[in-house]
């Protein structure tokens, strides 16, 4: 038997990498859900001070990404998502980490995110620390016009 170990690698982001987080989102979301940010949306994040974008790669290719931002002591994990044929390997997790380790260094004391009821990924949170303390009714809207709750979650980071 033989095993191939896929590290993964991480990377600041930048606006030239829009096109791949694009593929991601596409790959990732289910559009039923309307998670996805559009190419606009995120560009237009990306020029904001205090955001970040972090790639995960593995053998090369982006895997995964977190688009975060930090103000003043308070961080927001605005998107991470996983190439579903990433899924499974630690990418997550692997990005997650990295979210959390850079909201520290820039002097957050708490990381909060927001994400769909029901969204196995909150098991991926609550591995992390990461607490439900809100809802949000009918915060998504679906490609059909049905809407979706969102949870607020957040970790301290001190």
């Known amino acids: 038997m033989s095993t191939r170990l896929h590290m993964i690698e991480l990377t600041r982001g930048s606006p030239g990498d829009i096109a791949a987080v694009e593929q991601v989102m596409a790959d990732a979301f289910d559009a039923r859900f309307g998670e996805a940010w559009t190419r606009a949306q995120c560009l237009g ?3 904001m001070p205090g ?7 593995i053998d090369g ?3 995964g990404f977190a688009l975060t931002r930090a103000i003043v002591d308070e961080a927001e994990l605005l998107l991470i998502a996983t190439s579903p044929r990433f899924r499974r390997k630690g990418v997550g997790a692997a990005l997650l980490r990295s979210v959390i380790a850079d909201a520290r260094a820039r002097g957050a004391v708490r990381l909060h995110l927001e994400v ?9 949170y609550s591995s992390h620390g990461f607490a439900k303390v809100g809802e949000r009714r009918a915060y ?9 709750d969102a949870h607020s979650y957040a970790v301290a980071l001190t």
Do not use: D, M
Request: hydrophobic letters at 40%; aromatic letters at 10%.
């Open 116 to 124: 769909r009821a029901g969204n196995p990924a909150t098991h991926l």
């Open 51 to 57: 955001v970040w974008l972090t790639l995960a790669k």
């Open 140 to 148: 998504y809207r679906g490609r059909g016009g049905e809407s979706f």
């Open 61 to 63: 290719e982006i895997a």
């Open 45 to 47: 994040i990306l020029g």
